[in-house]
């Protein structure tokens, strides 16, 4: 449909940041998957790829693209990932696909975090798309309360178990006007492993339809 036809546009977009010779890291999602896609052409031209689930290890593997280890690889040059929301400061709200953790992993060791959007999830206050938050599983209900505290309303994405074997609240009913504030805030919070706000280290481009966005 229209909207797989943007998110496609906007992978394919990316492809023109794979430097030869180089490791690409690989984030997870339903727009991501265009991107793997493309890679197959660069399959004799790249080192490799660090992924960032399971789910996009198997589609690298299946294009018969390494799969290497970042305590191997060192800082990439380049990290190319989806969002559930931007902001204009290129702020994001990720972890709509279980995979926050290690997507923010390779993204803070990455030099050039591309990310590839449809226009739908451009907003001007992160928070309509509820907040993911990776959880020790013992510690679910406190970080529920203290959540709550920080006026969130949790919900526990209930049959969900990341690939790090831990749970995710996805916390509804915030406004966030001061996102790095928020991380911060919320990191603080013993038993939390990951807070899906790319804020502090936000994306350093971001193509919307297609199109890079300033
Ligand atoms: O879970 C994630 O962070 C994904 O990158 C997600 O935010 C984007 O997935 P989509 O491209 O399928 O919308």
Request: glycine share 10%.
């Amino acid at each position: 449909d229209a909207r797989e036809a943007l998110k496609k546009q906007s992978a394919e977009r990316a492809l023109r940041y794979v430097e030869e010779g180089t490791v690409v890291g690989v984030g997870t999602g339903s727009t991501v998957k265009y991107f793997i896609e493309g890679l197959a052409d660069f399959r004799d031209r790249i080192e490799g790829a660090v992924s960032s689930s399971e789910q996009s290890t198997a589609l690298l593997k299946q294009i018969g693209i390494p799969v290497l280890d970042l305590n191997a690889t060192g800082t990439l040059p380049l990290y190319v990932d989806g969002a559930d929301e931007c902001d204009p400061h290129r702020r994001l709200i990720k972890g709509g696909g279980a995979a926050l953790t290690r997507e923010k992993i390779i993204a803070a060791c990455s030099q050039r975090f591309v990310c590839v959007i449809d226009g739908a999830k451009q907003v001007d206050i992160l928070g309509g798309f509820p907040l993911p938050v990776e959880v020790i599983p013992m510690a679910r209900s406190y970080v529920a309360r203290q959540l709550v505290a920080l006026g969130g309303q949790p919900v526990w994405r209930d049959g969900v178990t990341t690939d790090n074997g831990n749970a995710i609240l996805d916390v509804h009913n915030l406004r966030i006007v001061d996102p790095v504030a928020l991380e911060k805030a919320i990191n603080q919070i013993v038993g939390v492993v990951t807070v899906g706000l790319f804020a502090a280290r936000a994306a350093d481009v971001v193509i919307v339809d297609g199109k890079e966005r300033g």
